[in-house]
């Protein structure tokens, strides 16, 4: 005698057994294992991050997606060129742009070159001419100077400027 | 029902219910309300009717004390109003928009002394123009509340500078 566990299962029953499982234990047990794994992992360690704006154009388009990958500088600080995610408010606010300058360097901009401790720099990552111009300033201890790639914009419609390393919370996945 | 059963409901329905009316008197619920109000008043609606302008304006009165302070720079809303004057003015500032859609979220709340909170939380405020087109804002903002005899009152609203040029 063939019990009814030891049957063939036919292609239909092995559907409904994927789409309406048994609750059985392991089965909520694994369930509520992959939640919480997901809690932890888009909620806290890989954000994802919608962008909603031009200022980072061309490297991320206006309307794409990315992950803010949270332990980024968990165990280093932000370096000369790296794009990195600014907490804006809250927790899920954020702003994404590129360091230019860390403590102690000084910024300016004169026709539109980024000049950090009076030394031009060079930017294959900005494609747009840009006419800013801007004083030098001292970048304060514990801060980094950001700005987005997009310079084509009018200076004073451009968020950028110097912020607390505490608000660098991670930097995009891609 | 076993006696067995009756304990353990009550084990669970009990702290269930002192917990939801712990929540439900709480400060950090009834500010978070004030919030809402706040919100609800200045948000508009298209063709809004003069009356409701009116009646919106009004709604704001109970949400604040003798004056509150505002430090907005980059929105020009600066300097410190009585709430007479935030009546009066109001109605004009939510005029320059057809539509207004004002939220707060991601509240974080501290209580520096007895009758008195900071609140830090975001404000996204989506203003259409018209012809002059959207203005979409999302800043960070610190806001004082003292605790009135008309209840929770807001004193002051500062933006916060998260990159300095």
């Known amino acids: ?174 | 029902m076993n006696r067995k059963s009756v304990f353990v409901l009550i084990a669970i329905v009990l702290p269930g219910a002192i917990a939801l009316g712990l929540y439900l008197t709480s400060d950090g619920r009834i500010i978070k309300k004030r919030f809402a109000l706040l919100a609800e008043a200045i948000c508009k609606e298209a063709g809004e009717k003069p009356i409701t302008t009116g009646i919106q304006a009004k709604n704001l009165e109970p949400l604040f004390g003798g004056s509150c302070t505002f430090s907005v720079e980059e929105h020009g809303l600066t300097g410190t109003f009585t709430r007479d004057e935030i009546v009066r003015y109001a109605p004009a500032a939510r005029l320059r928009f057809t539509t207004i859609d004002l939220t707060f979220t991601d509240f974080s709340m501290e209580y520096p002394s007895d009758g008195s909170a900071v609140v830090s939380v975001t404000a996204r405020f989506i203003g259409s123009r018209g012809q002059a087109g959207e203005m979409d804002e999302i800043i960070e903002l610190e806001v004082h509340l003292r605790e009135s005899e008309e209840g929770w009152v807001f004193t002051d609203f500062t933006a916060v500078d998260v990159l300095e040029k």
């Open chain 1, 1 to 174: 005698m063939t019990s009814p566990a030891e049957e063939p299962a036919s292609p239909h029953s092995r559907l409904r057994a994927f789409l309406f499982p048994r609750l059985t234990h392991a089965y909520l047990l694994r369930v509520a294992a992959v939640a919480v794994a997901s809690y932890l992992l888009f909620g806290h360690l890989c954000i994802p991050l919608k962008i909603d704006g031009q200022s980072m154009e061309p490297a991320y388009r206006d309307g794409s997606w990315t992950f803010c990958w949270r332990p980024a500088y968990a165990f280093r600080d932000p370096e000369h060129h790296d794009v990195v995610a600014v907490r804006l408010s809250g927790r899920r606010i954020v702003l994404l742009k590129r360091v230019v300058a860390t403590e102690g360097e000084t910024v300016s901009f004169v026709d539109g070159i980024l000049f950090v401790n009076g030394r031009p720099v060079e930017e294959p990552y900005v494609r747009t001419p840009c006419d800013w111009n801007l004083a030098p300033r001292i970048v304060q201890t514990g801060n980094v100077y950001v700005v987005g790639d997009n310079r084509g914009m009018a200076m004073e419609a451009h968020d950028f400027g110097q912020v607390t390393r505490e608000r660098v919370v991670g930097a995009p996945l891609w």
